[in-house]
């Protein structure tokens, strides 16, 4: 089975970039909380 990686776009790279920074933060805290706005 061979697999071919597809090269990101950049909204895949904004979108993994993003969860790179939100996980290393959420490793610095001791206490981590996800801010959330829904307005």
């Known amino acids: ?21 939100l996980r290393e933060v959420a490793g610095q805290c001791s206490n981590p909380v996800l801010l959330f706005s829904g307005g």
């Not at 061979?2 to 090269?7: C, F, L, S």
């Open 1 to 21: 089975m061979t697999t071919t990686k597809q090269p990101l776009s950049h909204l895949d790279w904004l979108e993994s970039e993003a969860i790179y920074i």
